[in-house]
């Protein structure tokens, strides 16, 4: 039986309303019950692919974050957002990259690429789990920030490797690839995001105005993409002038309310294609091989990210940006991982060394993670919401 994309949602609704009675997150239920209809041999004809979820499925899930996020509650957070987003993400990919070439027996370009695409939290995994949580306002932005700014990294650490594994680029090069990557993405984002304000304030049609943020939302994605900047933080960028430019009129009360309504919705469909997709998928990278590499791979990807986290915690431990313990927990545990990491790695070239072995692992890592992470959770989550101040 293969399942439409109509089905798919009938189904993501119904998991939605048992998640809901019997305490599952949404997100682990529609992996699990993914993985249990592929396994009866009910299939699909939608499978994940990178540009399925670049193209249509991760542009509205960040801008809807983004357009949440606003700059008087990221400016408080905003170096140890920095510092894990950045220096964190490297921490975490050369650890895990490292240990994985120890004991993996993987060739160091597969070491690298799976400790790159598993070292960035995925904002699709996280803002899924928060949106359930109900955490402390600034513990909340903390780990919705740092999930949405480092995939910025990763995605530039992705596209930079191959090119430093041939020689083909130096040092300087390496800073100046990055540096466009970053600012041209940014400077994309934001003038689309005041273009699309300019036109939405000149009505007071909400329609009109939700249609301009859906055209903001991805066309910021898809011209960053086409400059070779990055398309993540040019449709965080957008999102964020957006939604920090509706204090000052430019767009109506109506249109902001139920922007923030066609957005919610947006969401949800997009989740659920992601996750149900994911369990689906998890059948087609059964790979033999893979499986000492899968369990070497998530080991190296939690000892990664907990030296990214504590590590880089450590120093702002007397500073009024100090991160608390219970908080350092929750960004280490809670940090999941998902579409993102598939996305990145199932866009290998068919000549990468390893590649079925490589995407087998990093699938099963971020099943893992869903799973395991995403139900034992909890307990930090509780823990944070009596220690801290809401």
Known sequence: ?????????????????????????????????????????????????????????????????????????????????????TAG????????????????????????IIGIVLSAT????????????????????LLEAESLF??????????????????????????????????????????????????????????????????????SFFIAQNFHTSGILSTLAAGMVIGNL??????????????????EFACFVANSFIFILIGLDLNLWEVSDAAFVTMCTIGSMLIGRAFAVYGWCLPMRRTKDAVPGIVQHLLFWG????????????ALPADFPDREIVIAAVFNAVVFSIIVQGMTVSPLISRVKKTLPV
């Open 1 to 85: 039986m293969v399942l439409s994309k109509l089905a798919l949602l009938l189904i993501s609704c119904v998991v939605a309303i048992m998640a809901r009675r019997t305490k599952l997150p949404y997100t682990v239920g529609l992996v699990i019950v993914g993985y249990f209809l592929a396994y009866g041999g009910i299939t699909t004809d939608t499978h994940l692919s990178y540009d399925l979820i670049f193209d249509m499925l991760l542009p509205p899930l960040i801008f809807e974050a983004a357009f949440h996020l606003k700059w008087r509650e990221l400016k408080p957070i905003l170096r140890p957002v920095t510092l894990l987003a």
């Open 89 to 112: 993400v490297l921490v975490s990919s050369a650890i895990a990259a490292g240990l994985l070439f120890l004991i993996s027996g993987l060739s160091l370009s597969a070491c690298l």
């Open 122 to 141: 995925d904002p699709v995994s996280v803002l899924a789990l928060l949106k359930e949580a109900k955490l402390p306002t600034r513990i909340h932005k």
């Open 150 to 219: 480092n995939d910025g990294t990763a995605s530039i650490l992705f596209a930079i490797t191959p090119l430093v594994l041939v020689g083909a680029t130096s040092v300087s090069g390496i800073a100046t690839i990055s540096i466009v990557e970053v600012l041209g993405g940014i400077g994309i984002g934001a003038l689309v995001g005041f273009a699309a304000m300019l036109i939405a304030g000149r009505t007071n049609d909400h329609l009109v105005e939700i249609a301009m943020t859906v055209i903001a939302a991805f066309s």
């Open 246 to 263: 509706d204090r000052f009129g430019a767009i109506t009360e109506k249109g902001l309310h139920e922007a923030h309504s066609f957005w």
């Open 335 to 346: 940090g999941l991982r998902g579409a993102l990491s598939i996305a990145l790695v199932l």
